[in-house]
């Protein structure tokens, strides 16, 4: 393209990008700064599971039902949505229902109660908060959450 912002670009890839998803952001500053948006997300992120999982903690070892203390959480200012999906998953309230069909040969589907797997892999969140670290540490940034 000869638009040196891209724009052309942009035009053209536009009803490609809108059939994939309802949001799309237009990051200004160039190649990568959408990845530079991740890398900020993956700061918060990381950041809310780790809290999430110690506040749990804080609240078992104190003797409270952990199970109260997410719902109650879960309408405050304190909670987020690592606390609300993760958490939940931390202390084995979430179930999903499964529909296994057939499985007892009388042609009745039967529903069945999964628990939910915590799906957040250590490798990855120490890889992505990995890079938050080393970012911030190149743009001279402070991130003690993040260290």
Do not use: Y
């Amino acid at each position: 393209s000869s638009d040196e912002d891209g724009d052309d670009d942009l035009a053209f890839a536009k009803p490609i990008l809108e059939a994939m998803g309802s949001e799309i952001h237009i990051i200004k500053g160039g190649p990568g700064m959408g990845s530079t948006v991740k890398m900020v997300h993956q700061l918060l992120a990381g950041v809310h599971i780790v809290v999430a999982a110690e506040a749990l903690a804080l609240a078992a070892k104190a003797g409270l039902d952990v199970a109260q203390v997410h719902e109650i959480v879960g309408g405050a200012a304190g909670a987020s949505w690592m606390f609300a999906d993760r958490g939940k998953r931390m202390f084995g309230g979430d179930d999903d229902d499964d529909d296994d069909g057939d499985n007892e040969g009388d042609g009745q589907a039967t529903k069945t109660k999964k628990k939910k797997k915590v799906m957040s892999a250590l490798a990855l969140f120490l890889k992505d908060m990995d890079i938050v670290h080393s970012e911030a540490k190149r743009l001279e940034c402070p991130t003690p959450m993040a260290s």
